[in-house]
């Protein structure tokens, strides 16, 4: 049975001919019927539009070839993977990125030039203090989040693999 990710926008009978090759018109009418009963979201009269996610039953007795690059183990695998390597990389990306700020803010108040900006303003030193504590717990807590989310994501990139192993 496979499952489709619509790429383009079309309609059910150009997906039902692009997943299964050589339909007699009675199997193109029981696979149209079949698809429209396992899946309540979509009506004959709209067209697909792309992301959406078909389910396309076979057929008893004559089963017609399906095209396996077709299947939910070919394009919709490689999609799912290629956007999680996007996310993790936007999120080691904001991460890296909040980390230097606060590396560049902590070398900022530790630098001459601001201390003596600051001399004799009352209580400077203690807020001064207050942040450069604040900065290096925030620096413990994203390099924790850095390895948090390369572990989390390591495991959903495994989880998939396994998955779409065990529909193929």
Known sequence: MPIIAVRNTQTLDQLIGKTYTNLSAAQLKAVRAATLAAN???NEATPLQPGVVVVVPTLQGDTPSVRASDSITGDVAKTLRTALGSYREELAQRIDGRRDAVTETTKTLKSARFRKA????????????????????EQSELAEAREFVRKDLDAVDKDLETLFGRLS
Do not use: F, M, N
Request: proline share 4%; no cysteine; charged share 15%.
């Open 40 to 42: 309540p979201h979509l």
């Open 118 to 137: 600051v001399d004799g303003v009352s209580s400077a030193a203690e807020l001064i203090e207050a942040v450069t504590g604040a900065s290096k717990s």
